[in-house]
Each structure stands twice: as C-alpha cells, then as structure tokens.
C-alpha cells in the first residue's frame, strides 16, 4: 500500500539583493553536497519554521508587522494543486516564520536584520558561531544583544509549495529585502559551501552552461529579478504584486524537472 504524501512544512526564503552599477545582484548559497534537500543547487538562504520560533521572547522583538503589515506579509491565495497542498498558519505562526526567515538568513548568511545601531561585526561574527555550535539559541542571542528585529524593508514576493513525491516537502513563502549596510554576507560553510553576489541573468547563464545547479523555483525567481534593474522598482512591485500560492507539476517520474500551467506563469 503507498503511503499518504508527506504533509508540507512550513519554510521561508529571503532574497537579498543589492545594486551594483545600475544593475542588481542577488545572493545564493551552495548547499552542500550532503544535503537531503537539492545537494549542490544554488538557493536563496532560508528554512523551516521550529517550535521556538514562535515563543513569545522572540515574537516580542518583531517589529515592522504592525497596522496590517502582517496580513499584507502573509496574503497570498492558493491555486491549482496548492489548494489541497497549503498549510494554513496561525498569526502566532506566521510570526513565528518570520522569526524563522530572520534566523537562518543569519544563520546561512550572517546578515541580521535588526534595527541599528548594528553591533561591531566581530560581535555579530562571534554570535553566529556560538548559534551554529549550539551553544546559544537565536531567542537567546537577539536578548543578548537587545535587538530589535526589524521586518518593515522585507516584503512578501511569492509562495511555492513542493509537489507530492519529494522526500521532503515545504510550503515555502519567499520574501525579498535589500541588503543592510554596514554588514556582510558569507556562507555558514556548514550547511552551504559557497556563497556568491551575483547578477541574476548571469546565474542563469551560467546554469544554461551547466555551471552552477538551480532547481526549477529558484530559475523562475531569477528570470523575474532579471527584470528589474533599480532597487526601489524592485522592491515596489514586490510590494504590490498578487501572490499566487503555486505547486509545479513534475515533468518526469524522477522529479528532476517541473513546470507551472501556463496560467500561472505570469501570476505567481
């Protein structure tokens, strides 16, 4: 008898991006080769949602989800396929995902985004090693350093959700912000190997080429970012945008490719 497909978790994804010279590149990590989850693909930073995630110490440090900034963050309306395969998340968990979408930007990444003023980075450098060694919780070493999580320039830009088949499934929300200044991104080099700023047309170039590995919803991310070459354009049309929650078919037995109906391909 086959067993019942695997119930999406949720998950967030954060693009960083950033202008250099009239144009704009986004950040992508390399997963690790041992990874259970797309080994070796370039991916934006991002994970699942934890328990901890939603306590409320951590919750208490959000700002930026005030007078319907949560609801516009979390407004996405499921279609197709995605309407039986949506969870659907609490205030409290949406919280929560946000706080997960902050911790593994860090944690991946090693940008925190918090009110200023920013700690020096040797500080923010020490913290993050003591988070990946498991000797301080994210709650923990927000208090210690007295920040203020701040989500008011990150904006909700999509919402995919793995097809049944994969060994592991996510109802990943995708946000977008721009980098902070004053601070540095870098792969954790525990979970990821490589960490690159690079123009989207580029990594898709290069993947055209077989140099780098880009799974399917990060392509179509890429291919809608090479649109845009100012920040604020960027940024605005994240702002106003339907979100679609979208599930692609498999193409193959393998799930090595996939593919949104053509209804969606201009809507997600």
């Known amino acids: 008898m086959d067993s019942p497909p695997l119930v999406p978790r949720p998950a967030a994804t954060i693009m960083l991006v950033r202008p250099r010279e009239n144009r704009l590149q986004v950040f992508l990590l390399r997963r690790s080769a041992q990874?259970?989850?797309?080994?070796?693909?370039?991916?934006?930073?991002?994970g699942a949602l934890e328990k901890r995630d939603s306590d409320d110490a951590i919750v208490?440090?959000?700002?930026?989800?005030?007078?319907?900034?949560?609801?516009?963050?979390?407004?996405?309306?499921?279609?197709?396929?995605?309407?039986?395969?949506?969870?659907r998340l609490s205030p409290s968990q949406q919280r929560g995902l946000l706080v997960a979408c902050v911790r593994e930007l860090f944690e991946e990444a090693g940008v925190l985004l918090m009110r200023p003023p920013f700690p020096p980075s040797e500080q923010l450098i020490r913290a993050r090693a003591a988070l990946q060694r498991g000797e301080s919780s994210f709650a923990e070493l927000i208090a210690h350093l007295e920040a203020v999580i701040d989500l008011s320039l990150v904006e909700a830009y999509s919402r995919w959700i793995t097809p049944p088949g994969e060994p592991r499934r996510f109802d990943a929300y995708f946000f977008i912000t721009a980098m902070p200044a004053d601070q540095a991104a870098a792969a954790d080099l525990v979970e990821t190997t490589h960490g690159v700023w690079i123009e989207p047309l580029e990594a898709l170039e290069r993947?055209?080429?077989?140099?780098?590995?880009?799974?399917y919803p990060t392509r179509l991310h890429l291919q809608r970012l090479a649109r845009y070459d100012s920040l604020d354009g960027?940024?605005?049309?994240?702002?106003?945008?339907?979100?679609?929650a979208v599930s692609p078919d498999p193409l193959d037995a393998a799930l090595t490719d996939f593919r949104l109906p053509d209804e969606y391909l201009e809507r997600w």
């Not at 990874?35 to 991002?46: R, T």
């Not at 440090?61 to 963050?73: C, I």
């Not at 993947?207 to 799974?215: F, L, P, Q, S, Y």
């Not at 960027?234 to 979100?243: F, G, Q, Y």
């Open 60 to 87: 208490a440090r959000l700002a930026g989800v005030e007078n319907g900034r949560l609801e516009h963050l979390f407004r996405s309306e499921p279609v197709g396929n995605a309407v039986e395969y949506a969870v």
């Open 35 to 46: 990874s259970a989850f797309v080994p070796d693909a370039y991916v934006f930073p991002g």
């Open 207 to 215: 993947a055209g080429r077989g140099e780098m590995r880009i799974v």
């Open 234 to 244: 960027l940024l605005d049309h994240a702002r106003r945008k339907e979100i679609l």
